[in-house]
């Protein structure tokens, strides 16, 4: 069974930095797509970056391009999310969602919720003063 765990969540001041981390097991393949999504008290969830690993893409949303950066460990089944630049509007529940699939593919990744079927439990970020 596919598992997904986030962690280094904490809280930073305004300008600060933080590396969240995301460790996957049970793929039952090496084709996947992944992503980081957020969700603020009252608002919905939103992407924020994603991997296709297949073509080797990466999106992000425009609210954090130049500032975020999303990498991965292919030997350790770990993607990172490196956020530099911290706001308060960057306070969230950070998650990771893993989709994977039977074989390979050439589409590029989505941050469209929906697509996604294994989630982590979220890290909570939270930029404050």
């Known amino acids: 069974q596919v598992h997904v765990a986030e962690s280094g969540g904490g809280s930073v001041q305004p300008g600060g930095s933080l590396r969240l981390s995301c460790a996957a097991s049970?793929?039952?393949?090496?084709?996947?797509?992944i992503a980081w999504f957020r969700q603020a008290p009252g608002k919905e969830r939103e992407g924020v970056s994603c991997?296709?690993?297949?073509?080797?893409?990466?999106n992000y949303a425009d609210s954090v391009k130049g500032r975020f950066t999303i990498f991965t460990d292919n030997a350790k089944n770990t993607i990172y999310l490196q956020m530099a630049g911290l706001q308060p509007e960057a306070t969230a529940t950070y998650y990771c969602?893993?989709?994977?699939?039977?074989?390979?593919?050439?589409?590029?990744?989505?941050?469209?919720?929906?697509?996604?079927?294994?989630w982590g439990q979220g890290t909570q970020v939270t930029v404050s003063s």
């Open positions: 991997f296709s690993n297949g073509p080797g893409t990466k």
């Open positions: 049970g793929l039952p393949t090496n084709y996947y797509m």
């Open positions: 969602a893993l989709a994977v699939y039977s074989g390979p593919f050439t589409f590029e990744c989505t941050m469209r919720a929906l697509s996604y079927d294994s």
